[in-house]
């Protein structure tokens, strides 16, 4: 078949004048930097169109369901952002019922507020000296189907940010007993059908929408992400009328190329490449396994998850002198090494099939000089105050929806407890909020932002981005 990365790249090298969209005109003496400008065009004639697939992106994005053995692919290039809005909106009517992993994206939220939905939060278990969320019990999901009867679809984070895998397919049993569609967040595993070393895809699982980051864990450019439509529960035109409403108009064919282009490379060298991948893997893991301080989480060993992605390397610092943003800086600072994200208690370094042996070499003896340190210092007892991270169970008094387009008043945040928020709050990353417009505010809250802060942890979501006020429902 035709490849659109190939006849991109062609199409840049032949010599048509463009007298159409972009403005750069593809002449590098329009531009500073060095980008792809060559291969940078819009919907012209023998190119296809996004939004109405006929032609070379049609038979792409075929080749993709081919892959991934699915009834239908579709690309995104608006990230996982919009195939989530897109498969929240498909699934479930306007103003109904959805079961929501309460540990998911905020793209999730917004869809919820998007067709003003009622969500109905499952709490994901959590490890409460380090604060991973843990997976969603298939006991909870089934007894949040069997009390709430109006539910029309049900979605969860698989992985999560951290790796952990829920079980899928026992979910999807139950949810197909219910007859509603599981939607599954697969954003970070994308990867998981190129090697038996990782857990197995939802999309082999019984998920009826699945949707995934090419460019988190797979050689693809950021913001390249896929919508797989895997059964018949959800209506494959709604979907596609959604992904059309979500995706920008005038779609990248550099960032459609890069997806095409990496299904192709998969396809032909996906194989060797992960075994390549998964050896480097886990050598360093087991490298790393071997700190006396700085513990690689989960252990070898360790069952406490259904199942668990070894590609993030989360790296605990619950046993050490200083906390997980202080281990991401000297990584930054005194080894150029670059973490995905830190916390209090840990960093996660987030492995991928594009990463070198010299790259895991670099990491592992980083780690292990800094885990040689800690030696020195003193007593492990001695060390900062120790926290629970479990999940705070808040009181939902408004939609999402209700809250966001209510009359709202900035309030201290000090002075907020017992008030409504109409904002989301946030640690970026993950991007989970950790509290949503509707939830009353607590004392415990207030308490944890403060921390947050001190530690040097990325709180986002108020307006007031120097967080000294919350907006609150306004009272009447």
């Known amino acids: 078949m035709e490849r659109l990365y190939k006849k ?46 006929e032609g070379i992106i049609k038979e792409a ?21 919009a195939a989530i809005l897109a498969a929240i909106s498909a699934s479930v009517e306007k103003g109904g019922q959805i079961l929501v992993a309460r540990n998911c994206h905020k793209a999730v939220y917004h869809g919820i507020y998007l067709r003003d939905l009622e969500p109905i939060y499952i709490y994901p278990q959590t490890d409460p000296k380090l604060g991973i969320n843990g997976e969603i019990l298939t006991s909870r999901v089934e007894r949040s189907l069997e009390e709430n009867k109006n539910i029309q679809a049900v979605l969860i984070t698989s992985p999560t940010y951290d790796g952990v895998v829920s079980d899928i397919q026992e979910i999807a049993r139950i949810a197909h007993e219910h007859q509603v569609p599981l939607i599954v967040d697969e954003a970070h595993g994308a990867h998981f059908r190129y090697s038996s070393y990782f857990p197995v895809p939802a999309e082999k699982l019984g998920a009826d929408v699945v949707i995934q980051s090419f460019h988190k864990t797979l050689p693809s450019m950021t913001q390249t992400a896929v919508l797989h439509r895997c059964s018949d529960l959800v209506d494959g035109t709604k979907l596609a009328r959604f992904m059309d409403i979500y995706q920008t ?11 095409d282009a990496c299904v192709d490379k998969m396809k032909r060298e996906g194989t060797d490449m992960f075994r390549t991948f998964t050896r480097q893997l886990e050598q360093a893991r087991r490298s790393l396994a071997k700190c006396n301080y700085i513990r690689l989480v989960p252990e070898p060993g360790n069952k406490e998850y259904f199942d668990f992605d070894r590609s993030k390397i989360i790296l605990s610092t619950e046993h050490c002198s ?5 281990l991401a800086k000297v990584l930054r600072q005194e080894f150029k090494i670059e973490v995905e994200m830190e916390t209090e208690q840990y960093v996660i370094a987030m492995a991928a099939v594009g990463d070198t042996e010299e790259g895991f070499l670099r990491l592992c003896e980083a ?5 040689e340190r800690e030696a020195a210092i003193l007593k492990v007892e001695d060390k900062r105050t120790e ?15 209700q809250a966001m387009d209510a009359p709202s008043v900035p309030c201290p945040l000090e002075e907020s407890a017992g008030k409504i928020s109409t904002e989301f709050a946030y640690l970026y990353p993950p991007g989970i909020p950790l509290l949503v417009p509707g939830e009353q505010i607590t004392g415990l809250f207030i308490k944890n932002v403060r921390r947050y802060m001190e530690q040097g942890l990325n709180f986002q979501g108020l307006a007031d981005n120097t967080n000294e006020t919350i907006a609150v429902v306004k009272e009447l």
């Open 367 to 371: 780690i292990q000089t800094i885990d």
């Open 322 to 326: 200083f906390n997980g943003t202080q």
């Open 61 to 81: 994005q075929e080749e993709l369901a081919r892959l991934y053995e699915v009834k239908q692919s579709f690309f995104s290039v608006n990230g996982s952002t």
């Open 249 to 259: 108009s005038s779609p990248s064919y550099v960032l459609m190329a890069s997806i």
């Open 8 to 53: 991109l790249e062609a199409y840049g090298q032949e010599g048509s004048y463009p007298f159409h969209m972009p403005g750069h005109k593809r002449n590098k003496a329009s531009v500073y930097g060095d980008f792809p400008i060559e291969q940078d065009i819009t919907e012209i004639y023998g190119f296809d169109n996004l939004h109405h697939a």
């Open 387 to 401: 926290y629970d991270f479990r999940w705070e169970e808040k009181k939902q008094f408004m939609r999402i929806s």
